[in-house]
């Protein structure tokens, strides 16, 4: 093979390999199969929320990427991390005689806690659910429930007791106990992610340390 060809398929390889970089790089979209696999179940709500208009949830969710797929989390010290912990530990407990007050103040601890990772701040929550939505697809909704029920929780009269009791809202204690369940799926995401990972998979070090965490006390249901 002469060298004119030799340098003419390594300059081919380079363009590919560049292209294959461009269109799958960080905060880029990659197609149907490559947002819906990324997404998941976020795939599907943003889809609903546009009629079924699939181009239009693959637009919305392209831009998030864009906007936060570069985001990588800050870390928590051993300190603050304990103090979140004892702070879930202390709701859920607390679930068992106010279910409506742990819910509120489980959304509220839920947003300083992404905010110390490094999302937007509680006060910009759409921002802050959309860059959740891309690092953490699969436990967002599980947040965005628990926030629209503590705002139902605080905008109804009486006081979040009265609210979270029985009859209060309308809404069961079990479905309290629900909502609660389903923001600690994100609430463990964002105490185990480690800073270099953006996709809420905690690695060895970090399962480590955290099995002496108490997420789960007896008696909470929550």
């Known amino acids: 093979m002469s060298t004119l060809l030799i340098v003419v398929a390594l300059i081919a390889v380079f363009v590919i390999i560049a292209a294959v970089f461009l269109y799958a790089g960080p905060g880029r979209g990659t197609g149907r199969s490559g947002l819906k696999r990324r997404f998941g179940p976020?795939?599907?709500?943003?889809?609903?929320?546009?009629?079924?208009?699939?181009?239009?949830?693959?637009?919305?969710?392209?831009?998030?990427?864009?906007?936060?797929?570069?985001?990588?989390?800050?870390?928590?010290?051993?300190?603050?991390?304990?103090?979140?912990?004892?702070?879930?530990?202390?709701?859920?407990?607390?679930?068992?005689?106010?279910?409506?007050q742990a819910v509120v103040e489980a959304d509220r601890l839920l947003a300083r806690l992404a905010e110390d990772r490094?999302?937007?701040?509680?006060?910009?929550?759409?921002?802050?659910?959309?860059?959740?939505?891309?690092?953490?697809?699969?436990?967002?909704?599980?947040?965005?429930?628990?926030?629209?029920?503590?705002?139902?929780?605080?905008?109804s009269p009486g006081t979040p007791e009265d609210r979270g009791a029985p009859g209060g809202t309308g809404v069961s204690t079990e479905e309290l106990?629900?909502?609660?369940?389903?923001?600690?799926?994100?609430?463990?995401?964002?105490i185990t992610t480690r800073p270099e990972w953006g996709g809420g998979r905690p690695?060895?070090?970090?399962?480590?340390?955290?099995?002496?965490?108490?997420?789960r006390p007896k008696g909470s249901g929550a």
């Open 118 to 155: 490094g999302y937007p701040a509680g006060s910009r929550l759409d921002d802050q659910f959309d860059a959740l939505s891309v690092h953490h697809a699969r436990q967002v909704e599980g947040y965005r429930r628990v926030h629209q029920h503590a705002t139902a929780l605080s905008t």
């Open 42 to 100: 976020e795939y599907d709500r943003v889809a609903a929320r546009h009629g079924g208009d699939t181009k239009a949830a693959e637009r919305e969710l392209g831009e998030r990427l864009q906007r936060h797929g570069g985001l990588r989390p800050n870390p928590l010290s051993a300190e603050r991390r304990e103090q979140y912990v004892a702070r879930w530990a202390g709701l859920q407990e607390g679930f068992v005689d106010s279910p409506g």
């Open 203 to 215: 690695g060895r070090g970090d399962a480590g340390r955290n099995r002496n965490f108490s997420l």
């Open 177 to 190: 106990r629900e909502v609660m369940v389903g923001a600690r799926e994100l609430f463990e995401e964002l």
